[in-house]
C-alpha cells in the first residue's frame, strides 16, 4: 500500500461536506459509524463521540505519567495561591481542566471546544467553566485576561493557518507576565516512507501533521513572547517497553482509528486497504524501536 501511496496524487476535499444532516443547528454529523463536528467552516475531521473521548481520556493519563504532570510552565504557587484564571483551548471532554481544576480548587479554569461533549454537570468543580465556541470566531475574552493558557495536540488538528491564529489569541487574552503552553506530539518511526505518507495525508488536508517543524519556529517569531521554553520526551511504542510500550501501542492503534477518515479520503484508499496496510505497521512496533516524541513549548 505504501508504494502505491508514494505516487498517488492526495486529495484535498473534506468527505464531510458530502455528509447531509438533517438540520443545520444539529451539533454532529455521522458517517461510517462515527460521530463528528456539524461546522460547516471549520476542516477538523476527528470524531467527537464515546470512542474518541475513550482515546482522550488514555492520552491525557499517559501524558501526565510520563511527564509527571499536567504542565510544565512554572505556574504552581500562582495557582496554589488563589484568583489565577486558566484557559484551556481545544479541551475536548476536559479531562485535563478537570484534573487542573481538582488540584488547584482556589484558580478558575475556562475550558473552550468546538463540540460538546464536555463532562456531566454533576462531574464539573465549581470552578470551571465550559463553552461551546467556534475559535476561528476569536477567543470570546478581552486582551490580557488569563494568567495561563493551555493547548495539547491542536496543532496537528487543525489547518495551519487557522492554528497560527489561535496562537495570536491566546497570546492576546494572556496578561503581561502570564504564560502560554503548548503540547504537541509525533511518532518517529523507522519507516520513513510510512511516516511521509501520514504527512503528505494531513498536508492534502492543510494541516502539518509535524509540529517540530513548525511550532516552536513560529512562536520564537512571535514578538509578544520574550523567550520560548522547549522540552521533549520520547514515549516507546511496543511491547518491548513494558507496560507503558503496551499501553502506547493501543493509543497508537486509536489514534489510527481516529485519523481513519482523514487519511482514506487523503490517499483515496477504501477501508479495508487501510486496515491491512496498518496491521503491517501494527506488528512493527514490536520489531523496531519506535517512539512518540512529546513536545511542550511554553512562554
Known amino acids: 500500500m505504501k508504494n502505491e501511496r508514494s505516487n498517488r496524487e492526495f486529495d484535498?476535499?473534506?468527505?464531510?461536506?458530502?455528509?447531509?444532516?438533517?438540520?443545520?443547528?444539529?451539533?454532529f454529523?455521522?458517517?461510517?459509524?462515527?460521530?463528528?463536528?456539524?461546522?460547516?467552516?471549520v476542516t477538523y475531521l476527528f470524531p467527537n463521540d464515546d470512542k474518541?473521548?475513550?482515546?482522550?481520556?488514555?492520552?491525557?493519563?499517559?501524558?501526565?505519567f510520563v511527564w509527571k504532570n499536567n504542565f510544565s510552565s512554572p505556574?504552581?504557587?500562582?495557582?496554589?495561591?488563589?484568583?489565577?484564571?486558566?484557559?484551556?483551548?481545544?479541551c475536548g471532554a476536559?479531562?485535563?481542566?478537570?484534573?487542573?481544576?481538582?488540584?488547584?480548587?482556589?484558580?478558575?479554569f475556562v475550558g473552550i471546544d468546538m463540540s460538546p461533549i464536555f463532562p456531566d454537570v454533576k462531574d464539573i468543580p465549581s470552578n470551571v467553566i465550559f463553552l461551546q465556541l467556534n475559535l476561528n470566531d476569536g477567543i470570546p475574552f478581552p486582551n490580557e485576561t488569563f494568567d495561563f493558557v493551555f493547548q495539547r495536540f491542536l496543532c496537528n488538528c487543525v489547518v495551519l493557518e487557522k492554528w497560527k491564529f489561535y496562537v495570536k489569541e491566546m497570546i492576546r487574552v494572556t496578561i503581561p507576565g502570564g504564560w502560554v503552553e503548548f503540547f504537541e506530539f509525533e511518532i518517529d518511526h523507522s519507516d520513513k516512507q510510512l511516516i511521509e505518507a501520514i504527512h503528505s495525508?494531513?498536508?492534502?488536508?492543510?494541516?502539518?501533521?509535524?509540529?517540530?517543524?513548525?511550532?516552536p519556529q513560529f512562536l520564537e517569531k512571535c514578538q509578544e513572547l520574550s523567550k520560548v521554553h522547549y522540552k521533549e520526551i520520547y514515549i516507546p511504542i511496543g511491547d518491548w517497553a513494558g507496560p507503558l510500550g503496551t499501553m502506547m501501542t493501543t493509543y497508537v492503534?486509536?489514534?489510527?482509528?481516529?485519523?481513519?477518515?482523514?487519511?482514506?479520503?487523503?490517499?483515496?484508499?477504501?477501508d479495508k486497504t487501510y486496515d491491512s496496510g496498518y496491521d503491517?505497521?501494527?506488528?512493527?512496533?514490536?520489531a523496531t524501536n519506535t517512539y512518540l516524541k512529546s513536545i511542550r513549548c511554553m512562554q
Open 75 to 90: 505556574i504552581h504557587e500562582l495557582l496554589k495561591s488563589g484568583n489565577a484564571k486558566v484557559l484551556d483551548i481545544g
Open 94 to 108: 476536559g479531562h485535563w481542566i478537570i484534573d487542573m481544576a481538582k488540584e488547584y480548587p482556589q484558580a478558575t
Open 12 to 27: 484535498s476535499s473534506d468527505p464531510l461536506k458530502s455528509v447531509n444532516s438533517k438540520n443545520i443547528l444539529d451539533s
Open 29 to 41: 454529523r455521522y458517517f461510517k459509524g462515527r460521530r463528528y463536528h456539524n461546522l460547516t467552516d
Open 280 to 286: 503491517g505497521h501494527k506488528f512493527d512496533f514490536n
Open 52 to 64: 474518541e473521548v475513550e482515546r482522550l481520556h488514555l492520552q491525557h493519563n499517559i501524558c501526565r
Open 201 to 215: 495525508g494531513f498536508k492534502a488536508k492543510g494541516i502539518n501533521s509535524s509540529p517540530e517543524t513548525c511550532v
Open 253 to 270: 492503534s486509536m489514534n489510527f482509528e481516529t485519523v481513519r477518515l482523514l487519511l482514506t479520503s487523503a490517499w483515496r484508499i477504501d
